[in-house]
């Protein structure tokens, strides 16, 4: 809920919209954090901008969430460089590339930076780079799938764009058998450490354009948390590629989740685009969720195979 605009008005103006609907409540703790971070150009113009708003008087909620985010920097004092370490490496608000084989290219090297930088938040800005924040928002994403009925003992899943393999970690108690692809080797490697001695997680270096060398109608559910944005930025056919081979893998009724469609900041186009692939590739739609998350502001995309 938003908040009345006497709690908007006193706000102090050098704090940017988007800074000011996140202490606002909108958005989770750590996202207001990566926000902040976003709009300020060193660590002391964010340390002025949460001591700024602290002087004025706020309404109540909107007190008690700067003081959350206020709480938060102190915890992770790195936590600003961090952040703006991994946005130097991997834009978030790239233009669409005109030629995907170029995107796929520069994104793969974005992640082999940015994975020396930090590797929770290479995956996860809003980790602030913290092992354990990490867990809790990944345990949140994995409470969902329980809830939707996407995780079983007898089940085969697939992850694309798995990063660090916190994922597999997480669902290899939980499922047969789990999966994960991913374009940077040193992603693949670390996601590999992660996993070690998990006899039903495998993880595999792809080409970043299909899911070559998996078979027709193996997995119950292929799902992508925060990589569509990247293969979207790839261009329509790089799109169109993995909701054909999303199909092949799938088997009739299987799950294909995707967590984030895009960074185009337009969710009537997101929708729209998702209809549009559904009706091409056999997929229906079996719920489009918001604010699903505590830790995380990604927007469900949850598509079930028709047919064969």
């Known amino acids: 809920m938003t908040e009345p605009a006497a709690a908007r008005s006193s706000v ?96 793969a090297a974005a992640f082999e930076r940015a994975v020396q930088t930090s590797p929770e938040a290479s995956v996860a800005l809003y980790s602030l780079g913290d092992p354990d924040l990490l867990d809790a928002a990944t345990n949140d994403v994995v409470a969902r799938m329980h809830d939707w009925g996407l995780l079983a003992r007898r089940r085969t899943l697939l992850e694309i764009g798995c990063g660090i393999g916190r994922f597999q970690k997480a669902l290899a108690g939980e499922v047969g058998r789990v999966f994960g692809i991913d374009i940077a080797p040193a992603m693949v490697e670390t996601a590999r450490q992660r996993c070690a001695g998990l006899a039903n997680v495998d993880i595999r270096l792809t080409t970043g354009v299909d899911l070559a060398g998996f078979g027709d109608g193996e997995i119950d559910c292929v799902f992508a948390v925060d990589t569509f944005p990247y293969i979207v930025a790839a261009g329509d056919a790089v799109v169109a590629g993995y909701f054909r081979d999303a199909k092949r893998v799938l088997r009739t009724g299987g799950d294909l989740l995707i967590l984030n469609f895009s960074y185009r900041g337009d969710p009537v186009r997101d929708r729209a685009d998702i209809a549009d692939l559904c009706g091409r590739h056999g997929f229906v739609t079996a719920r489009i969720e918001e604010s699903t998350f505590r830790l995380w502001d990604g927007v469900a995309f949850h598509l079930v195979k028709r047919g064969k």
Do not use: K
């Not at 002087?55 to 008690?64: C, D, E, I, M, Q």
């Open 12 to 107: 102090p103006s050098g704090l940017d919209e988007c800074v000011l609907a996140s202490i606002n409540g909108n958005v989770p703790v750590g996202i207001a954090f990566v926000r902040l971070a976003m709009q300020t150009g060193t660590p002391e113009e964010f340390a002025h901008a949460l001591a700024e708003a602290s002087r004025s008087p706020l309404h109540p909620r909107v007190a008690g969430r700067l003081e959350q985010l206020r709480r938060l920097a102190i915890r992770h004092p790195g936590a600003w460089s961090i952040v703006r370490g991994v946005l130097d490496e991997v834009s978030h608000d790239r233009a669409e590339a005109a030629d995907g084989a170029v995107a796929i290219a520069h994104c």
